[in-house]
């Protein structure tokens, strides 16, 4: 059954996904029969904390980590934000008690100029208060240069921050890689006295897709987000590896080992669990039937369209669902409210930014111009995707770019 109500198509799925029947069924108990807090002591809260346990087992299982390294939150950007803002807070605070310099000790920063701006803006509040943030430029195909990152680790490097899959043009940065090169890295470090560098890595996009176990990747912080997973909307999480330096970012009644407060959500919990569940026995079949229905759509838009179409960044590493299209001479917010009005629903690329109508930092970090960026849309397939849902909205897309040039 494809999603979207009645014949509508919905091809937004990078900006969220419907939550899958298992899913719902796997939350359904908990918000009325067992609605217990997980903080109380009686049977009811018994019953919560042990099915908030189940479900950080089942995560921990999946990810091959311990079970106290899994956080749930309240969304991926709150997981980008505690996985910065809680580093530097703990590593400044650490840092400054050694130090008879208190407070200037503060560490170097790397991250991209494609991060999503759950992680762009709180670097931009720490480069405010002082902190030193680097942002690597990437190619034209949104690839960041491994070299260009080695050049930029100073002696006083204390994290990097680098999104595994893009989410407006779906580029997958080299993470295992970079854990790889930073494991080295570190080891020479430990021998010359210096501050260990971690790395967290924003893997909201990718969960769907790509291998995302922390030790695989050699991570010390991965993001990733109920929504974007066939899960619920409002939890997140936030894989910490053991003795990662974090201080927590909402404090209250010590919930999540102390790393964040507040009562637990525990039907999104459930949800999240079983979404991650799904995500990973399916990843292979997924990954299969969307790259092909992707090519699909990609050789069909490029064969009937009258002009030009340009995709902008797709490569050999990126996501199977995600394309990036420039439809040089159309006005993208014109062409989304006709295809939108013909019952096809696609985007401009990040959620939030299109809303606000800000020029995708995205695209203009590889290389587009202002004039350009308002060509371009994003078509995010998913799960629920149908080939006569790629035939129909091929021919309806191909139909209004004829229209609007
Ligand atoms: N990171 C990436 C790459 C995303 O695509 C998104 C969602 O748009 C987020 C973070 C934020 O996720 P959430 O909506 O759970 O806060």
New binding site residues.
Partial sequence: MPAGENNKIYLDY???TPVDKEVLKAMMPYFSEKFGNASSVHSFGQEAIAAVDQAREKIAKYFNCNFAEIIFTG??????NLAIRGFVQKYNYTTSKRSSTSGTNRGHIISTKI??E??LEPLKELEKAGQEVTYLPVDKEGLIKISNLEKAIKDTTILISI?Y???EIGTIQPIKEIGKLLEKINKKRKENNLARIYFHT?A??ALNYLECRPDWLKVDLL?F????IYGP????GLYVRKNTPLSPIISGGGQEFGLRSGTENISSIIGLAKAVELALENKEKNYKKIFDLRNQLLKDIIKDNKIAVKINGLCNDCLPNILNIRFPGINNETLIIALDQAGVAISAG???SSRASAASHVLTAIGLTPKQVKESIRISIGKNTTKQEIKKAIRIINKYEKLLI
């Fill in positions: 990078a900006a969220t969304s991926a950007t709150e997981s980008n991060e999503h759950s992680v999104i899959a893009n989410n924003d909201v996009q993001t987000s109920g929504h974007k909307k409002g939890i997140g990040s959620a939030c």
